[in-house]
């Protein structure tokens, strides 16, 4: 299990973070050396077996995130994806990817950076209202077989 926890204002009370669970049968090292201090909500880490090593991170990016923020963000993708990776998260952009329009300029830029890294973005159906804010991206168009949707899902 990796984890990391945000740092959360006492007076709203609120808390949360990342959590990556791999199968204990798996050979998984966590990534420190990934992080940076402009995107802090995200865990790293690197799934090896003899031949290969698979990247896997997860992250949640706040709606009202900053530029410095998303800089930072755009900054841990492109260094994340020099070998073959996995990005899961909830990255709160109202991005078209029918279309691949973006409603805002930080949207625009998250896609500039998704194409400019010659990233596959796997998830199609709405995962918020009309919004598709839950994403998997990946380095290889062919690592992820399937998205499915866990329907009565509790959250918390």
Not at 36 to 48: A, L, P
Not at 62 to 86: H, Q, Y
Not at 89 to 116: M, P, Q, S, T, Y
Not at 128 to 149: A, H, K, P, Q, Y
Request: aromatic letters at 6%; charged letters at 35%.
């Amino acid at each position: 299990m990796f984890r990391k926890d945000w740092e959360h204002s006492k007076d709203k009370g609120q808390g949360g973070g990342v959590l990556l669970y791999i199968n204990e049968k798996l050979t998984a090292l966590e990534r420190k050396n990934l992080k940076n201090d402009k995107f802090k909500i995200i865990v790293w880490c690197d799934i090896k077996n003899d031949t290969e090593t698979l990247r896997v991170g997860v992250c949640y990016r706040v709606p009202d995130s900053t530029k410095e923020n998303d800089s930072g963000l755009r900054e841990l993708i492109r260094n994340a994806t020099k070998v073959p990776c996995v990005i899961i998260g909830d990255f709160n952009h109202h991005i078209d990817w029918n279309h691949r329009e973006g409603k805002k300029l930080a949207d625009e830029l998250f896609l500039d950076c998704i194409d400019e890294n010659f990233l596959t973005q796997h998830v199609m159906e709405l995962t918020r209202g009309e919004n598709i804010l839950d994403l998997i991206i990946s380095t290889e168009e062919n690592i992820i077989e399937e998205v499915r949707e866990l329907k009565n899902e509790t959250r918390l």
